[in-house]
């Protein structure tokens, strides 16, 4: 039974939120991204606003125009699937090297020299090229905001505030794992996790999972 509620009824802006929020915390390319430069205090902000930007327009997409995308769906998921995971595998490849290298990755301050052109198109890169995005945003947050009539604003709004105050709190909140990431160790195992993770989400793609 479809609901019909005010605009910016609480509970379904709550609902919103919670419904994001439990998406965004599956790790996931953006998050592993943003811890890193996190760490690192490198581009943090402008970073944060990137990733947290582009999912709302996504989401704005998804809740406001699931309708219309649901029938073009088809005809671009196939290149969002195939072009996705070849991105995916290509990061993870660089994360594994990183891992084998050592040296830049083991430095902190190695980002700094990252030109903050280059990290913001890294990370619009990680973020616009990878299909679960527009699973989890455009696809799901778009069908379950169907069932709030009248209330999709509402539904919309929490869930862009749930991907704002969680790049917030990943991207500043990084900064207290620097202690543990002095230690080369840490910069490798961090690598060689976000490898494995990028690979297993190219490989999910792929089997379909």
């Known amino acids: 039974m479809i609901a019909s509620i005010s605009p910016f009824d609480y509970s379904v802006v709550f609902t919103g939120y919670i419904t994001s929020l439990s998406l965004i915390l ?19 902000l402008p970073l944060i606003l990137a990733c947290a930007g582009s999912d709302a327009i996504l989401i704005t997409l998804g809740v406001f125009g699931f309708e219309q995308i649901e029938r073009i769906l088809p005809e671009i998921l196939p290149i969002a699937k195939y072009g996705g995971s070849a991105f995916l595998l290509a990061y993870g490849a660089m994360a594994f090297r990183a891992a084998w290298r050592g040296g830049e990755a083991l430095d902190p301050s190695g980002a700094a020299k990252q030109t903050l052109s280059n990290a ?3 990370c619009l890169m990680i973020t616009w ?11 799901l947050l778009g ?25 917030f709190a ?15 160790k840490a910069w490798r195992i961090l690598d ?18």
Request: charged fraction near 5%; hydrophobic fraction near 55%.
């Open 26 to 44: 599956a790790i996931g390319a953006q998050n592993a991204f943003i811890l890193r430069q996190g760490i690192r205090r490198a581009h943090v």
């Open 120 to 122: 913001l198109i890294a």
């Open 129 to 139: 090229l990878n299909p679960h995005v527009y699973l989890d945003t455009v696809v």
């Open 143 to 167: 069908s379950l905001s169907a069932q709030y009539e009248g209330g999709r604003y509402g539904f919309a709004l929490g869930a862009t505030l749930a991907s704002f105050s969680f790049f």
């Open 170 to 184: 990943l991207g500043y909140g990084a900064q207290y794992l620097a202690p543990i990431f002095a230690q080369p």
């Open 192 to 209: 060689v996790l976000v490898g494995l993770m990028m690979w297993s989400i190219a490989l999910s793609l792929l089997i379909g999972v």
